[in-house]
């Protein structure tokens, strides 16, 4: 089960810090990612990460922006939003992959319940 947290309202050029807590077990191929949807859009790739940390993997609309990491002590994976425009305004969720390289939706067979993301122009 996928626990996303940490979303709200901000202004453009703000930060924020998006967790997803992972209960149960993880297991070590697996991939754990960001999505997200804008009202009236497709959900968007936005960020992977693997197991042990060392394949990343970012959509080039957040690349230099956004960072993913991965606390495997803790079985949470963080997005740490830097530079935010009212453009990543969406719902955010993390999700779960046994891929080996996750950046499609049908790849993911987890998902979290969403956290939004409003930023303000």
């Known amino acids: 089960q996928l626990q996303a947290s940490g979303g709200g309202l901000v202004q453009a050029g703000a930060s924020l810090r998006l967790s997803c807590a992972a209960s149960?077990?993880?297991?070590?191929?697996?991939?754990m990612g960001w999505f997200r949807q804008a009202p009236g859009k497709g959900r968007e790739f936005v960020a992977a990460?693997?197991?042990?940390?060392?394949?990343?993997y970012y959509a080039d609309s957040v690349k230099g922006r956004f960072t993913i990491s991965r606390d495997r002590a803790k079985n949470t994976v963080y997005l740490q939003m830097n530079s935010l425009e009212p453009e990543d305004t969406a719902v955010y969720y993390c999700?779960?992959?046994?891929?080996?390289?996750?950046?499609?939706?049908?790849?993911?067979?987890?998902w979290g319940q969403g956290t939004q993301v409003t930023v303000s122009s």
């Open positions: 999700a779960s992959s046994g891929s080996d390289y996750p950046t499609l939706v049908h790849e993911y067979t987890s």
């Open positions: 149960g077990r993880t297991s070590s191929s697996y991939f």
């Open positions: 990460i693997n197991y042990s940390g060392v394949r990343i």
